[in-house]
């Protein structure tokens, strides 16, 4: 099967590759890329795992074949940390609310998260676990992602305060 | 779970594309969103020899009031209908259930056109497109034709839609002020498929008197479906907390509930009667 060349713009710096089209673009991120922070659980769209930023806009790279983002901008979890690796304030809060047990979702949490903070508008309870609803963690371990969220939108002054249902 | 191979392609107008589907035929397919499509062929379970991949075609992107209706075009994704996309019951009904569809990453490709093409039985879209009566432009090269919603749907995953064919635009009625939309849907977890889903529309009169009616029900059968008696049993009379239940019985009984080992017909009867209650109620308490 013959490859396409595409160009992919990944945490600001450009990746040429040349892609089957059936490769999708978790895979082309790890294996052509060389940029294995981006999970692959279920590879089918139900665990996120694999979710990305794509123009903006958080997406299971599973779903989506790399050849659609020819030119297009994709940030992943290595784009988080400063070059230093100092953590962002997201991270962070994951470090320091227990956020990761094994660490396989966190990549996808944390993009997951990233994409609804940045978001306009506040974040309050429900929209928190409505988004947080959308990712897998296999242990289980959603009490403190949640923690890790909501520390890191008090800090990021995005949380808005609800009566408990 | 690696897709079977395929070849690409990437239009850049809707003219390109309708060509590309009649040049393809059965062996073409194509990719939108691909939030079910994909799984699909991760799992074999489609193997198109082609996909013709309509996310570049600008003039497919849009959604507008026009003459009346809601237009949505194929590229329009489940996340636009978040915010209103049109004042009035329909922008209203739709923000009210695009909550429901998958999850918010899903959202964001995912689109409503798409929906209606898959025709998953259990889809919050295919449920209003039949409860409000939509009306699906189809075109393929050189034709174009209109299919009312109660044409379209088939059967599980089958619609009238050619394999030559481009389902370019759905259109929804934009009601007016004197329509009330209800919606209610029953699933186990946040974002998964409905066990059972309840659309509603009542136009009350001067009076306060039912006028007119539209109950549909999804992930129910194997195609969105209309609860007629049901909705004709609240006709020309005021929508008191007794009619409602009357109704909502009769939308319980009127159909054969789809099984399965999780749940039983009975129990998704019930969950259709509850679930019109709540959707008929929800939709006069504003």
Not at chain 1, 13 to 40: F, I, K, N, Y
Not at chain 2, 34 to 39: A, H, R
Not at chain 2, 40 to 63: G, H, K, Q, V, W
Request: aromatic share 6%.
């Amino acid at each position: 099967m013959s490859k396409t060349p595409i160009r992919l713009t990944v945490n600001g710096l450009p990746h040429e590759v040349a892609v089957e089209p059936r490769r999708t673009l978790a895979d082309a991120l790890r294996d052509d890329c060389g940029l294995t922070g981006t999970h692959l659980g279920c590879e089918h769209g139900v665990c996120g795992a694999c979710t990305v930023l794509l123009d903006g806009e958080a997406v299971r790279a599973c779903l989506h074949f790399a050849v659609q983002a020819d030119s297009r901008a994709i940030r992943t979890v290595e784009g988080l940390a400063a070059p230093d690796g100092t953590l962002n304030p997201l991270q962070r809060a994951f470090w320091e609310n227990h956020g990761l047990q094994c660490g396989f979702c966190t990549p996808g949490f944390l993009m997951l998260a990233t994409w609804m903070l940045e978001q306009p508008g506040p974040v309050d309870e429900a929209r928190l676990r409505h988004v947080l609803s959308s990712n897998l963690c296999r242990c289980t371990g959603y009490q403190n992602i949640l923690t890790a969220v909501r520390a890191a939108a008090q800090e990021l002054g995005k949380w808005a305060e609800t009566a408990p249902a | 779970m690696k897709c079977p191979p395929f070849d690409y392609h990437a239009p850049r107008s809707q003219a390109e594309a309708l060509a590309l589907l009649a040049r393809h035929g059965e062996e073409g397919k194509i990719l939108a969103g691909g939030q079910s499509l994909v799984p699909t062929m991760a799992f074999r379970l489609a193997r198109p020899a082609s996909l013709i991949d309509i996310n570049r075609i600008a003039e497919l992107d849009y959604c507008r009031a026009e003459a009346g209706r809601l237009r949505i075009g194929a590229l329009a994704r489940h996340a636009r209908f978040e915010r209103l996309v049109a004042p009035g019951p329909t922008g209203a009904l739709l923000a009210r259930a695009a909550e429901h569809i998958a999850h918010a990453p899903i959202r964001t490709r995912g689109t409503f056109c798409g929906s209606l093409a898959h025709a998953d039985p259990a889809s919050e879209w295919c449920c209003i497109a039949l409860a409000l009566g939509a009306e699906m432009r189809v075109l393929r090269e050189g034709g174009e034709r209109l299919v009312p919603a109660a044409d379209w749907f088939q059967s599980v995953f089958t619609t009238t839609l050619g394999h030559d064919e481009l389902l370019a635009e759905a259109s929804l009625p934009l009601l007016g002020p004197d329509w009330r939309c209800g919606f209610a849907e029953f699933n186990r977890r946040a974002g998964d498929f409905a066990v059972a889903m309840a659309v509603t529309a009542l136009r009350l009169d001067a009076a306060g008197h039912v006028a007119g009616a539209r109950i549909a029900l999804g992930g129910v059968a194997g195609t969105p479906i209309l609860a007629e008696a049901a909705a004709a049993a609240l006709l020309g009379a005021p929508p008191t907390s007794d009619r409602l239940r009357a109704a909502a019985a009769l939308a319980a009984e009127g159909f054969e509930p789809t099984e399965d080992a999780q749940v039983p017909a009975d129990y998704r009867r019930d969950l259709v009667r509850a679930m019109t209650r709540r959707a008929l109620e929800g939709s006069l308490a504003t």
